[in-house]
């Protein structure tokens, strides 16, 4: 739980840096790009704080669900979030072959996370 939690709170302090970053130093280095940049700023944020969450549950359930979910969670940041930055920053429009490779593990990921949630019938209980 530890780890997903530190995990889930660098991944979020980094989309708000990152966000703050695109929209101040890289303005103009974006130009038509920045909606693209914006959207993996705010894909990393949904998931950093999925991860957050999923911490929490597999503290609660000890749903391996959970920890699968976060690793699906993370490396989907990586890819997805990370390809979106490359992208808009080198204009390289190849890069954008390998996001949707993350989206994959992010659904993947919601899935995982349904299953655990599924899977332990008094999971709210627990709170």
């Known amino acids: 739980m530890k780890k997903a939690l530190v995990t889930g709170g660098i991944f979020a302090?980094?989309?708000?840096?990152?966000?703050a970053f695109?929209?101040?130093?890289?303005?103009?280095?974006l130009g038509d790009y920045q909606p693209t940049y914006e959207t993996g700023v705010q894909y990393q944020m949904f998931h950093a704080v999925a991860i957050l969450i999923s911490g929490i549950l597999l503290e609660k359930t000890g749903s391996g669900f959970f920890t699968a979910a976060c690793w699906c969670f993370s490396l989907g940041i990586v890819i997805f979030s990370g390809s979106l930055y490359v992208l808009s920053?080198?204009?390289?429009?190849?890069?954008?072959?390998?996001?949707?490779?993350?989206?994959?593990?992010?659904?993947?990921?919601?899935?995982?996370?349904?299953?655990?949630?599924?899977?332990?019938?008094?999971?709210?209980?627990?709170?």
């Open 89 to 127: 920053i080198t204009k390289i429009a190849i890069l954008g072959a390998i996001t949707p490779i993350g989206g994959v593990l992010f659904i993947v990921g919601w899935l995982l996370f349904i299953i655990g949630s599924t899977k332990e019938r008094s999971i709210f209980a627990r709170f």
């Open 22 to 29: 695109g929209a101040h130093a890289l303005k103009t280095t």
């Open 13 to 19: 302090m980094l989309a708000v840096a990152l966000g």
